[in-house]
């Protein structure tokens, strides 16, 4: 073991002895070839992968994709865009900006894709090779880099990835858009899996027993316990998945976490000692999150045409519904009902372009969603988003928005009114919304009021929530 390794083991290990273990590297085995031929079941892999791990709001921006080698190839930038909207497809997970955002918006921190492709000519081939650049100074992020190369030959497109022959037929005789495409599926599919921290390699029908695959896990583990919170929290995110924590995604150890982390590591077949070793890295990835909600069938009756004119009056807070005879849950049944408030300045209102602060608090700790329903009468979720992913709020604490997140709520330059609708449940229900409805953060939804959210809401939670509004109004 060399040097920087062996110092990279021992900050891990002075940082958090009590819970992170040194990894012991496990044998690793070769499979059988696979053959793939179907490029579409590729991309609804990820998509649910990305759904069950609970992912959200993860963004990419496109840079240069340097074709020119690749002879007039061209079109594998569009292709890689329309891969990764078809692996959100159901998770709305990830968004690929088709261009760099500009400086001070919300995608303007998110990482950039670059790369290149080359077609060599010998061996009638294509190379792709892509990177991650950080945002601020444009410097590759590590462990980022990835190459692939696809030959063309017998009418069809074929590339190897984990053991697995992926094969295309070329439609029309068209060998060079086949290989673009495959090559798009396969680069989407690895790089929004890394992103994403889930175990993408089970689309191409490898396991662990991988030797590229098992390399690529003690990475990750490797690299996140030299930072032991962001060990901690991906751990915490799924033990909520599992229904075994309700506990804040901080990456802070309590006597609350450990004993999840037992419970859950003898759920695996492991020991119940509070550590987080490689062995429960591994099986946690290889595990099915059987207890994340599943979403419900989107409905086909959401008009998206908005009411001609908004509503003077502000909506009425609504009253936490009295929840069902409960069912059996890993969770203690709330001594009260939740309730939720909102609070911001009231009195004259806002001017135009003035940023609007505001301060959310449960009754109890609770996860909150909040909504704004803009001026033009589109509703937009913006918390949780890229920046606090975590739903949930301490009723000690509460939440203010924006707060540190990097994002503004401003009066609009016409003064007209806006909505701040916030929602709170008693357990994280933003995957078992209706895809649609969910969305991405800082996008339009298809609604054309919310009511029609809050009806989500009741569908997904049994009645078991509480809602507070608030109007932003203009300073007279």
Known sequence: MDVLARSLRLLAALALPALIATPTPAAAAP???????DAAALRRCVDHLLLDHGARDLLLQVGEIDERAARGAGGLRELLLTAAADMSARSRAVRLLAAPAASGAAGATAPVLTGSLRRETSVDAFTLD?????????????????????????????????????????????TGAAALRLLADVAAAELIGRLAKVPYWRCFGAGLDDPAVAAEVQDWFDTMATRPSQLIGWFQQQLRLQRLWDGPLDGEV?????????????????????KLTLDFFQAALSAEPAAAPAPPPPSPALPTTPPA?????????VAPVAPPAPAATAFAVAPRPLEL?????????????EAVRLSVRPSRDAHVYCFLQDEQRRITRFFPNRFQADSRIGAATGLQLPG?????????????TETVTCFGTE????????????GADFAALPLASLDQLRQAFVAVTDGTLAQDSFQIRARR
Request: overall charge positive; cysteine-free.
């Open 31 to 37: 499979e059988p070839q696979r053959v793939i031929s």
């Open 309 to 317: 004119a908004p509503s003077a009056a502000p909506p009425a807070p």
């Open 254 to 274: 309590s006597p609350a976490l450990k004993d999840a982390i037992g419970r859950y590591r003898a759920r695996l077949n492991l020991s119940r000692e509070p």
């Open 130 to 174: 892509l990177s991650l650049q950080a945002p601020e100074d444009r410097s590759q992020l590590p462990g980022s880099g990835s190459r692939h190369g696809v030959t063309l030959a017998g009418g069809q497109a074929e590339l190897q990835k984990f053991g697995t022959r992926l094969v295309v037929p070329a439609a029309g005789g068209d």
């Open 341 to 353: 408030r909102i609070a911001g300045p009231t009195a004259n209102g806002f001017g135009r372009g």
């Open 427 to 438: 357990r994280d229900v933003l995957a078992a919304l209706p895809g649609e409805l969910a």
């Open 404 to 416: 540190a997140m990097r994002f503004e709520i401003t009066m609009n330059p016409q003064g007209l």
